[in-house]
């Protein structure tokens, strides 16, 4: 398994961007399928953003805003966010696994980082 720890968070103005960054350490990191999800107060945690070797995919309500890569050779994988809203605001975490696309938040993947949190103010 892979180690993953998440950088990048702060707080934002509403339109606003940020880029956010999950290190990866341990082998083999370009055969991990990553997602990004993320949980605010009180509410369930959500599908934000997945990628894996054949391509990516994202929740509708970023889709346009966020986007996803990852760079195998640094074992990090990035969420670029655009045109930021207050309700985005939430902890981010990422999320690894050899044989799914994370992009289900009830599923326990293989590995899951400890988040960073994003804050956007109106």
């Known amino acids: 398994q892979v180690q993953l720890v998440e950088s990048g968070g702060g707080l934002v103005q509403a339109g606003g961007s940020l880029r956010l960054a999950c290190a990866a350490s341990?082998?083999?990191?370009?055969?991990?399928?990553m997602g990004w999800f993320r949980q605010a107060p009180g509410k369930e945690r959500e599908f934000v953003a997945a990628?894996?070797?054949?391509?990516?995919a994202y929740a509708d309500s970023v889709k346009g805003r966020f986007t996803i890569t990852r760079d195998n050779a640094k074992n990090t994988v990035y969420l670029r966010m655009n045109s930021l809203k207050p309700e985005d605001t939430a902890v981010y975490l990422c999320?690894?696994?050899?044989?799914?696309?994370?992009?289900?938040?009830?599923?326990?993947?293989?590995?899951w980082g400890q988040g960073t949190q994003v804050t956007v103010s109106s």
């Open positions: 999320a690894a696994d050899r044989r799914r696309l994370p992009t289900n938040p009830k599923i326990s993947y293989e590995s």
């Open positions: 341990g082998r083999s990191f370009s055969t991990y399928a």
């Open positions: 990628i894996n070797w054949s391509g990516s």
